[in-house]
T-cell receptor, first 109, second 117 residues
């Protein structure tokens, strides 16, 4: 079956770095997405990886290892506004997104 | 990035009534739109995939006669919750895929919060 695993909740300190891991199993693979979702709002796109390696975009970076079925989202210089849920989603061979349950990130001063 | 709008943003209705939610892609054509439901503190749950000009594909456990989906044009899909009941109260989110864009990315609407009394 298809499955996405990510931690339920993480806590980090303002100004620090945090890494949110995600492992996936899908029927075929057409890329790995990370979305940010604040409470009561719709998800917003953060990153997309389809090739192995690290993609850097400002304070946020995303890594993919296709052979390991593994990705992580790295957030640097954490700000209070980064408190949100981070959703990992893998796109299968039918171009359908398989969603993880999300990781709630709590930022403390 | 591409913009997707949803209307209404929130709606309160009485049990037994029907509610229609619109999802529009504003600056791109979306042959495929997705409808999700999200209960508090839970992840997105795909309800159905809506393809322009054809019948929607519903996920297992989603009643197609209760959640009517129409995708009549390349920029508009509608979800109608028929005979709504309190257990249908949820956050409904649509997304649209821009096949002409990068990475088959899905762009999300702002969501519609439905409360059934």
């Amino acid at each position: 079956g298809q499955n996405i695993d990510q931690p339920t909740e993480m806590t980090a300190t303002e100004g620090a770095i945090v890494q949110i891991n995600c492992t996936y199993q899908t029927s075929g693979f057409n890329g790995l997405f990370w979305y940010q979702q604040h409470a009561g709002e719709a998800p917003t796109f953060l990153s997309y990886n389809v090739l192995d390696g690290l993609e850097e975009k400002g304070r946020f970076s995303s890594f993919l290892s296709r052979s390991k079925g593994y990705s992580y989202l790295l957030l640097k210089e954490l700000q209070m506004k980064d408190s949100a849920s981070y959703l990992c989603a893998a796109m299968d061979s039918n171009y359908q997104l398989i969603w993880g349950a999300g990781t709630k990130l709590i930022i403390k001063p | 990035g591409a913009v997707v709008s949803q209307h209404p943003s929130w709606v309160i209705c009485k049990s037994g009534t029907s509610v229609k939610i619109e999802c529009r892609s504003l600056d791109f054509q979306a042959t495929t739109m997705f409808w999700y439901r999200q209960f508090p503190k839970q992840s997105l749950m795909l309800m159905a995939t809506s393809n322009e000009g054809s019948k929607a594909t519903y996920e297992q456990g989603v009643e197609k006669d209760k959640f009517l989906i129409n995708h009549a044009s390349l920029t508009l899909s509608t979800l109608t919750v028929t005979s709504a009941h309190p257990e249908d109260s949820s956050f409904y989110i649509c997304s649209a895929r821009d096949l002409g864009g990068e990475a088959n990315e899905q762009f999300f609407g702002p969501g519609t919060r439905l409360t059934v009394l």
